[in-house]
T-cell receptor, first 115, second 112 residues
């Protein structure tokens, strides 16, 4: 089954404790992206990757890191989480972020709480 | 940041009624996508509109892209309870295919 998977689905952690949220897709998609969703603020793009070893900042990259060492995986790293990073996180992928369009497949989400 | 503004933010209607959701921007987009999201799940793509003036139909849903490619609308005919959810528009700036901007969403509740 074609899908985007994220782990963990739920995570409660404390301020400053490094964490990684994994994202994997099995559709051989070139493009992958991370978003956070907060009430009243919609979906905001954190980082995206057009292909392996190519990453770029979205609208809210502060406090996050990503890597794209292989096509299928795009982990999101929080080196020193803070309470303002409490949010619902989504990973997405698409076949190709061409000039015309970017039809994304989303993972099920990771609900992160930073105490 | 190129903003997409959606209206209304919340919409509560009776089954069988029609409704329209709007997605507006002051910027030109190369394309706009519409997604639907249910509680506890990720957004699911409904449609992409690419050409100015384009109209696409998906059963009872009609999507339109403005002539100037700055706005889009979603019209639902004879809404059903299964249409309940969060509707999001999203776009890619003309100058950067990698960046993706989402509207804040319209929460639709269809009552039986």
């Amino acid at each position: 089954e074609a899908q985007v998977t994220q782990n963990p689905r739920y995570l409660i952690t404390v301020t400053g404790k490094k964490l990684t949220v994994t994202c994997s897709q099995n559709m051989n998609h070139e493009y992958m992206s991370w978003y956070r969703q907060d009430p009243g603020l919609g979906l905001r793009q954190i980082y995206y990757s057009m292909n392996v070893e190519v990453t770029d900042k979205g609208d809210v990259p502060e406090g996050y890191k990503v890597s794209r060492k292989e096509k299928r995986n795009f982990p999101l790293i929080l080196e020193s989480p803070s309470p303002n990073q409490t949010s619902l996180y989504f990973c997405a992928s698409s076949l190709f972020a061409g000039v015309s369009y970017n039809e994304q497949f989303f993972g099920p989400g990771t609900r992160l709480t930073v105490l | 940041t190129q903003l997409l503004e959606q209206s209304p933010q919340f919409l509560s209607i009776q089954e069988g009624e029609n409704l329209t959701v709007y997605c507006n921007s002051s910027s030109v987009f190369s394309s706009l996508q519409w997604y639907r999201q249910e509680p506890g799940e990720g957004p699911v793509l409904l449609v992409t509109v690419v050409t100015g003036g384009e109209v696409k139909k998906l059963k009872r849903l009609t999507f339109q892209f403005g002539d100037a490619r700055k706005d889009s609308s979603l019209h639902i005919t004879a809404a059903q309870t299964g249409d309940t959810g969060l509707y999001l528009c999203a776009g890619n700036p003309n100058t950067n295919a990698g960046k993706s901007t989402f509207g804040d969403g319209t929460t639709l509740t269809v009552k039986p």
